[in-house]
């Protein structure tokens, strides 16, 4: 199974500066990229074709969008379908990031059908879960995680191959803080979402991966790919200089 070494570029780079990063990421990585490692890139929605073009077709570098929009073409003003994200080259999407949870509000029933309408629509998805310091604080780290997971993956597409559903595990207190989650904490998590993920989905479990997010850094990367259940890594800030992206894919 490879490690899935993914950046989420959030609101940040034009196309120029999308494109600029990519070609230096492609001059790294095009004959470089080990043969366990596969690497997603999610830049902005407008950015997300050039930047598709840009890395060429022959490129190691796979593409995501940031979010979708659970139906296929409509009156949804300012949303975008699967098939747009198709349409812009790009084969994943991430759903139910904590941002879009926490800022914009979404709920765990938006999250499950954005994730089973992209999935049925033929995107590869990232879907995201994890806990606020507060309910870590007040112990519901278990029921926070059981309940966006099965929410999020309530209605699964089937037959769905395990390689094109992926969980990342973000805990909100880690993400963008600089405090990255102690190796305990993360093995602890991983180690939840893997049980919970037999129940729900039984069987291919074990080639489900789960990658973890919050403050990973070049400094760190390795150690925490190492873990027990770390099937691969969500970037944020640390992604979006080509170097310091590049050493932790190369971790
Ligand atoms: P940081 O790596 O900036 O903490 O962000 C993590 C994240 O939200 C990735 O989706």
Known sequence: MKKIIAANWKMNKNSKEAQETIQ???NILNNTLPEDREVIIFPSFISLEASVQCAGKQSVLQFGAQDVYPAKDGAFTGEISPSMILDAGAKWVLTGH???RHIIKEENTLVGQKTSF????????IACIGETLEQREAGRLYDVLSEQLSQTLAKLPTPLSPERLVIAYEPVWAIGTGKTAGTEDIVEAHAIIRELLKDIIGTSVFQTRILYGG???PENANAILGLKNVDGLLVG????KADSFAKIILA
């Open 118 to 125: 992209a999935l049925a629509g033929g995107l590869n998805v």
């Open 98 to 100: 904590s941002e879009r």
């Open 237 to 240: 800030g640390a992604s979006l």
């Open 24 to 26: 230096e990421l492609s």
């Open 215 to 217: 403050s990973v850094k």
